[in-house]
């Protein structure tokens, strides 16, 4: 099926839409496949056209189990992940639009890595270049270099220290340094002056031995230093036997910031004398980068509700946020440098979970657990532990992260569960959750009417008392969208007798059921179970819908560069984004609160907003301009596209505002203005000029013209021959003159001439120009293939044509002379062409002949200002013309126009 789409001025074929959207799917209304992208086949084999959309795909994200016609729309203009049924599974990610009556999937595929890519036999000139997986599989591919980059390094670093063993003799002084340092280390004199390097020097500052040795240990390299007062004091330094310690530096290769620690130290003689200088750079970069993510990491935990602890290897608090205070009662310099047992044990702590907790630490391993825990006051409460260990590249520990959740509400809620069970017996039979009671042995105590409704069972609740609920739920399994696993979870909850809270389980039918399991003690004693179920259906489904727009709209306010602003229905601001703070100047402390038309506008602008404050409560979005001063008093105009804010209730509570500055376009529109009005009259003037000295000139030359008529009829007798040669050479200069007048008369009204363009046939326009120009019998003019039809100003085209068949023919040189009109075309444009058979045109004038009176023809007739005609027509049309010649062998004129919206 072909893909056509045509919209204010822009034609998208299926080739250049497939460059685009090289994965689009295209479905009819009745969900067939009746078009695919070109890759499409590439990584799903077998599709073909008229195949139903649901035999090949299924969406997964968001989960739609019964894909149809009617409900199909409910997919559209958001995001969507859908995935072949196939063993070879293949996951496609993006969005489903209308088309007229179909459904349009535009997207790419989902992969994780180059090595997917590949084995899709796909390359990266398969995707589309706006398509933001590229940059993934790029960042991918960049760290598959950098590990095989470490890797030859670690490898060379080796290779190194091999050579260093067996040049030890050669290298006595340098391997005390140099062999057991895997860094940089470089030898250099007092005076700056490099004597040796290491290869690990080499590759940090990327020269060869060649391009160091010799040179300036200051000029390059994590060592540069470009201030003359700053060498000067190094300088000093070596002399003095200065040790420069711990100096950091940072060097970009390929793109990349490396950090290094460099350490300068002097080498002296048996004397005292320093004859030496040695420098060894460290690599910090990846302690650099951990101290980095560290940093980040930190930032995140400090705003943690829960408590965070982060320790060394060894389990001794480095930090703690103020959750942790908040919850213990002990403050960072109370517990700074302690281990955690030490401070937050108690009487009741259970000593196995301490244990546990310990050889987790101490294997480097990630814990959970529930431990009871004492405060500063020496009040218990109870705590959910979590944590894991931060591992460098070796896998050496070199933090833990441990996050403390304060659970006694959580227990205590558990103990009055236990203790109301005789309350909630009696609230059970009302309650909109369905409730099963079970005794030590699966029979049924109580079950009340919600649980059968929920399970389609026809018995009254009443008559369900004493079913044995293992037998029941063998039979009653089917009803589960994984029958086998539903059963086995059961036995897995009873054999734990833990509670169970808000379960989700899957029917058959599409509904989800919310089950929460709570053992029943007297006592210590075990007494049985309560079962709790819901159904949560509707509940997802919401969810799932709020999620997936919060997220939407919560990436679209993070990323977007224009400002935006939430005000209540009295003006005041609630919410700004960061962008509207740039824009405006003001922090957002300083803007919520304030009045926006009170802070912005001017009286006269505050007009306008009080107009579209009207609007907003009929429910109408719409954008205008307005101008605005910001906080440093400034000027500025603002485009800003408004809408009604409405509550959950659909109640209206204000608007929202997308504000984008347009401060400098307002002012190239307004010098543009003014511009035009400038050059339109100074084309006026030039055209009335123009005319006035065509008409000028013309009056003479038709009284010369008379005048040697005159003189021809009345002393046609007396004159010589030479006079009659010169009467003609007369005329033939006054024609020549007449014809040059009427040239730049044509070329000054091209600029203002009205664009009144038509559909207008170029074969027509050829054949008019035949039978209007003189052509002589020893030549021919043909058209090779039949020309399109195209739209544009019909004058202009025969005065363009006209001019090259002219030319063609009037300097044609030969006995039988040729010109053949022809074209061809691509996506974009037509290129017409007009050959002929004559002289040709020297190389070195072919770059000239456009220009204005330019002429290299002995021709009397020719005046150097058809070409410029030509070539300044084809520049209002946005094209190009060249030329192809050969002198003696004759010349084509090529010209290039849009199509526009012309059609062969």
Not at 285 to 293: D, N
Not at 742 to 765: A, M, P, R
Not at 781 to 792: F, N, Q, R, Y
Not at 818 to 826: A, Q
Request: net charge negative; aromatic share 10%; with cysteine.
């Amino acid at each position: 099926m072909e893909i056509t789409v045509k919209k204010n001025g822009f034609n998208l074929s299926t080739s250049l839409f497939n460059k685009i959207f090289p994965f689009y799917i295209l479905l009819n209304e009745h969900l067939q496949i009746i078009s695919f992208g070109k890759n499409i086949p590439k990584i799903i084999t077998g599709l073909t056209e008229g195949t139903p959309f649901d035999s090949i795909f299924t969406i997964v994200r968001p989960h739609v189990d019964n894909i149809t016609p009617e409900n199909f729309h409910k997919n559209t203009d958001h995001l969507i992940v859908i995935t072949t049924k196939d063993s070879d599974k293949v996951t496609l990610r993006g969005q489903f639009e209308k088309l007229d009556n179909n459904f349009l999937f535009i997207g790419s595929p989902w992969f994780n890595s180059m090595n997917e890519v590949t084995d899709k036999n796909l390359t990266l000139n398969d995707f589309a270049y706006h398509d933001p997986i590229l940059d993934i599989l790029h960042i991918s591919k960049n760290q598959e270099i950098n590990y095989k980059e470490l890797k030859e390094l670690l490898e060379t670093v080796n290779e190194q220290r091999k050579t260093l063993k067996k040049d030890k003799e050669e290298l006595n002084k340098l391997s005390l340094v140099a062999s057991a340092n895997k860094n940089g280390v470089v030898l250099f004199t007092p005076g700056g002056k490099i004597l040796w390097c290491n290869n690990a020097y080499l590759k940090i500052v990327s020269l060869t031995n060649e391009e160091v040795i010799g040179q300036f240990i200051l000029d390059f390299g994590p060592c540069k230093i470009t201030e003359e007062d700053k060498i000067k004091e190094v300088l000093r330094g070596f002399e003095e036997g200065k040790i420069f310690e711990g100096e950091k530096a940072t060097l970009i290769k390929d793109r990349k910031t490396f950090w290094y620690k460099t350490t300068k130290q002097p080498v002296r003689d048996e004397a005292g004398q320093i004859i030496h200088y040695f420098a060894i750079i460290e690599d910090v970069t990846l302690e650099k980068e951990q101290e980095e993510k560290l940093r980040l990491l930190s930032s995140i935990a400090e705003k943690n509700t829960s408590a965070v602890i982060i320790c060394d290897e060894k389990g001794r608090i480095e930090w703690i946020n103020d959750s942790f205070t908040e919850i213990t009662e002990y403050t960072l310099e109370e517990v700074i440098g302690k281990k955690i047992k030490k401070i937050l044990e108690g009487p009741e702590t259970d000593k196995k979970t301490v244990a546990y907790l310990g050889e987790q630490m101490k294997n480097g391993l990630p814990f959970n657990c529930d431990i009871i825990n004492y405060k500063k006051s020496k009040n218990k409460y109870w705590s959910r532990v979590q944590g894991r260990a931060l591992n460098d590249e070796n896998g050496k520990v070199l933090k833990y992260f441990t996050i403390q959740e304060d659970i006694s509400l959580e227990k205590e809620f558990k103990q009055q569960l236990i203790e109301s069970e005789n309350r909630l017996y009696s609230l059970i039979i009302n309650l909109q959750s369905g409730i099963l009671l079970e005794d030590v042995n699966r029979k049924i105590l109580l079950v009340n009417k919600r649980f059968c409704d929920l399970f389609g069972i026809g018995l009254e609740p009443e008559r369900m008392k004493g079913i044995d609920c293992s037998k029941a739920a063998e039979q009653s399994k089917f009803l589960f969208k994984n029958p086998d696993s539903f059963l086995a979870r059961i036995d897995e909850i009873l054999r734990q007798k833990s509670t169970v809270i808000a379960e989700e389980i899957e029917m058959v039918d599409g509904r989800i059921i919310q089950r929460s399991f709570i053992p029943i003690y007297r006592g210590n004693k075990y007494d049985g179970h309560l079962w709790s179920y819901d159904d949560v259906t509707i509940q997802k489904k919401y969810e799932q819908s709020l999620e997936a727009e919060r997220e939407k709209y919560s990436n679209i306010i993070t990323n977007m560069n224009m400002g935006l602003i939430e005000v209540d229905i009295n003006d005041n601001i609630k919410f700004v984004n960061q962008s509207f703070s740039e824009m405006s100047g003001f922090s957002s402390e300083e803007l919520i609160g304030v009045k926006a038309a009170e802070l912005f506008l001017d009286p006269k602008s505050k007009q306008i907003i009080d107009t579209k404050t009207a609007v907003r409560a009929k429910g109408i979005s719409d954008s205008y301009e307005i101008k605005v001063k910001i906080k440093s008093n400034e000027e500025r105009y603002w485009l800003i596209s408004g809408a009604p804010n409405y509550n959950l209730n659909g109640e209206l509570v204000g608007s929202i505002g997308i504000h984008f500055d347009i401060t400098e376009q307002k002012k190239l529109e307004l010098q543009k203005e003014a511009l035009l009005k400038s050059l339109e009259k100074q084309n006026e003037s030039l055209n009335e000029y123009a005319q006035i000295v065509s008409h000028d000139l013309k009056s003479p030359l038709r009284s010369i013209h008379t005048l040697i008529t005159w003189i021809k009829d009345e002393e046609k007798n007396m004159l010589s021959n030479q006079t009659n040669e010169y009467i003609a050479l007369i005329e033939e200069k006054v024609e020549k003159m007449d014809y040059l007048i009427d040239g730049i008369l044509t070329y000054s009204k091209i600029d203002s001439f009205e664009k009144t363009d038509e559909l207008i046939d170029l074969n027509e326009i050829i054949d008019n120009i035949i039978q209007i120009i003189h052509i002589p019998k020893n030549t021919k003019v043909t058209i090779a293939h039949k020309l399109p039809v195209k739209k544009a100003n019909r004058f202009r085209m025969q005065q363009l044509f006209q001019n090259l068949i002219s030319n063609a023919i009037i300097h044609n040189d030969k006995k039988e002379g040729m010109v053949v009109i022809d074209y061809s075309e691509n996506e974009e444009a037509y290129i017409f062409s007009v050959q002929d058979n004559g002289p040709g045109i020297s190389e070195k004038y072919q770059s000239k002949i456009f220009h204005l009176f330019e002429s290299y023809s002995p021709n009397n007739k020719s005046t150097g200002i058809g070409l410029s005609i030509v070539k300044k027509i084809v520049e209002k049309y946005n094209g190009k013309i060249w030329i192809e010649s050969k002198v003696g062998i004759g010349t084509t004129f090529f010209i290039q126009l849009p199509k526009e919206y012309g059609t062969t």
